[in-house]
C-alpha cells in the first residue's frame, strides 16, 4: 500500500500503534457482578448511551427527565470522561471554559487545580447526585442491527455482553482515538515519540531538544511549558491563522460551528479543530511567543534516527517527537452499520446519523465541546424520545 506523507499512520486511531513506544492499550477490569458477566444474556433496553463524559451525562439528564428507559456503559474505571486523562498542567486557569453539566452547576473553583482532578471531581458529584445507571467500566466493542426479525432493534456488543436497544446515543468523545500522521522514516527514530494522550508533563523532557508537531491548542500549550526547560522547535502542515481579539468557545464558537455543522450535513469528514476555530492569543500564547519559541517551521519531510530532516533540506537533532496532532471521533465500534458515506463523514441530521435515525451522535462534529455536548444530550434525548414514541 502507498503511503502519504502526513496521512494517518496505519492503525491510527487505535492507541496501539506500533511506533508509540509508551503506549498501553487500556482494557476495563472485568469486574464479577452478574450484569458484567462476560457469558450474560443480552438485555434488553430501549436506549443505551455509550460513553459518560460531558455529552453521555447531558443525554443521561435529559433521557431521565423525558421518563425514557437506559443504561450508559462508559469504558472508564471512574467518573470523568476524557477528563481523567489530561495532562498534569491542564489546570483550570488554563481550559477553554467548562460548562456547567445541566442541573447542577460546578462548585467554586481552584483555578490551580489541574482539570484531570477538578472535573472528574465534578461529574463523579453529579452521578451521586442524579443515581443514572452507568456500568463501567463497560467497552462497547460493536453496534450491530439486529435484523428484521427483532423489530429494528440494534444490539450493543461489549466484552460483558450485550444489550439490545431501540436507540443508541453514542458520546464516546475522541480522546481514544489519537490522530498519528505518517511520515517516511517514522519507525526508525531512536529517541521518544508520544501523542499528547500520553504526555504528563514538561519536566520529564528537561534538557532534551523536543519537536513539536501540530498547529492546534495543544501544541502552543505545551510550546509554552515545554519551552521553559528544554529546546522546542514547532512545525506544522499549514501556517497557522492567528485570531486577534477575545477567544472563548463561544466567541470563537458561532461561525466556526456553523462551518463543522455544514461539513456533518454534507457527509464531509470533520476536519481538526483548529482548523475551524484558528488559535487565540491567550496568556501562555503571548508568553511562548515572548520567549521566542513559538517560531513555525513548516512540516519536515521525513524522520531520521537522530531528527528530523526539514523541507529546505537542514537535518533538526532531536530527541523527542511530540505529536499534538489531535484527535479523531471515537467511533470504530459503529463500523458494522456503515454510516459512512461516499465523501468519507457521517452525514448528519441534527444529531441523529442520515443513514440511520436510531443512532445519534454527540459531542461530534459541532458539539464537540462542552457547551456543544450539552446541548447535544438534550437534543438527542429530545429526538430519541419521539423515536420511540408508539405510532
Ligand atoms: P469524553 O469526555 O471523551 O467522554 C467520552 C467517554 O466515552 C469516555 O468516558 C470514554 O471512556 C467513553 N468511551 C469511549 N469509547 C467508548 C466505547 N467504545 N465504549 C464505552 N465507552 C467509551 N472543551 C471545552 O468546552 N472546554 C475546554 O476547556 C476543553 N479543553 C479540552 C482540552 C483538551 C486537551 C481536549 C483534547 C479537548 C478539550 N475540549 C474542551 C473538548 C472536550 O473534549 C469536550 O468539550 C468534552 O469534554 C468532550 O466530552 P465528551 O462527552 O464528548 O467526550
Not at 460531558?54 to 456503559?73: I, N, T
Not at 482515538?177 to 520529564?204: C, D, K, M
Not at 463561544?250 to 456533518?264: F, I, K, L, M, Q
Request: glycine share 12%; charged share 20%.
Amino acid at each position: 500500500m502507498e503511503r502519504i506523507p502526513g496521512e494517518p499512520f496505519p492503525g491510527s486511531g487505535c492507541p496501539a500503534s506500533r511506533f508509540l513506544h509508551d503506549v498501553t492499550v487500556k482494557v476495563g477490569d472485568v469486574r464479577t457482578d452478574s450484569w458484567l458477566r462476560r457469558d450474560a444474556p443480552a438485555r434488553s433496553v430501549p436506549v443505551v448511551v455509550i460513553g459518560a463524559g460531558q455529552a453521555g451525562l447531558s443525554a443521561a439528564y435529559h433521557l431521565r427527565r423525558r421518563g425514557l428507559d437506559f443504561v450508559v456503559l462508559d469504558a472508564e474505571d471512574g467518573p470523568g470522561g476524557a477528563w481523567r486523562h489530561r495532562w498534569r498542567s491542564l489546570v483550570m486557569a488554563t481550559v477553554n471554559g467548562i460548562f456547567d453539566l445541566p442541573g447542577m452547576p460546578q462548585p467554586p473553583v481552584d483555578t490551580g487545580e489541574p482539570a484531570a482532578d477538578a472535573v472528574p471531581r465534578y461529574f463523579a458529584a453529579y452521578e451521586r447526585e442524579f443515581q443514572f445507571p452507568i456500568l463501567r467500566p463497560v467497552r462497547v466493542h460493536a453496534v450491530r442491527d439486529a435484523g428484521d426479525q427483532r423489530g429494528g432493534e440494534l444490539v450493543v456488543e461489549t466484552g460483558h455482553g450485550s444489550w439490545a436497544a431501540r436507540a443508541v446515543i453514542n458520546a464516546t468523545g475522541t480522546w481514544g482515538a489519537p490522530n498519528l500522521p505518517w511520515y517516511p522514516g517514522i519507525e526508525t527514530f531512536t529517541g521518544r515519540q508520544l501523542h499528547v494522550a500520553q504526555y504528563v508533563s514538561a519536566a520529564e523532557f528537561a534538557g532534551r531538544p523536543v519537536v513539536v508537531v501540530g498547529g492546534g491548542i495543544s501544541a502552543v500549550q505545551l510550546i509554552e511549558e515545554l519551552s521553559l526547560v528544554t529546546t522546542t522547535t514547532w512545525v506544522t502542515r499549514r501556517e497557522p491563522v492567528w485570531i486577534e481579539g477575545e477567544f472563548t468557545p463561544e466567541t470563537a464558537g458561532r461561525a466556526s460551528v456553523a462551518r463543522v455543522e455544514a461539513d456533518a450535513r454534507a457527509g464531509r469528514p470533520i476536519g481538526s479543530i483548529v482548523s475551524y476555530t484558528g488559535l487565540g492569543w491567550t496568556p501562555y500564547a503571548r508568553a511562548a511567543a515572548g520567549r521566542g519559541a513559538l517560531v513555525r517551521h513548516p512540516m519536515f519531510t521525513a524522520v531520521e534516527p537522530g531528527g528530523v530532516r526539514m523541507a529546505d533540506g537542514s537535518f533538526h537533532p532531536a530527541d523527542v517527537i511530540l505529536w499534538a496532532t489531535g484527535f479523531r471521533q471515537d467511533v470504530g465500534h459503529l463500523a458494522p452499520l456503515r454510516l459512512r458515506g461516499e465523501l468519507g463523514g457521517i452525514a448528519m441530521d441534527g444529531t441523529a446519523a442520515a443513514a440511520d435515525r436510531r443512532i445519534h451522535l454527540i459531542g461530534y462534529g459541532p458539539s464537540q465541546s462542552t457547551v456543544g455536548a450539552n446541548r447535544a444530550g438534550r437534543a438527542a434525548a429530545t429526538a430519541v424520545g419521539k423515536l420511540l414514541q408508539p405510532a
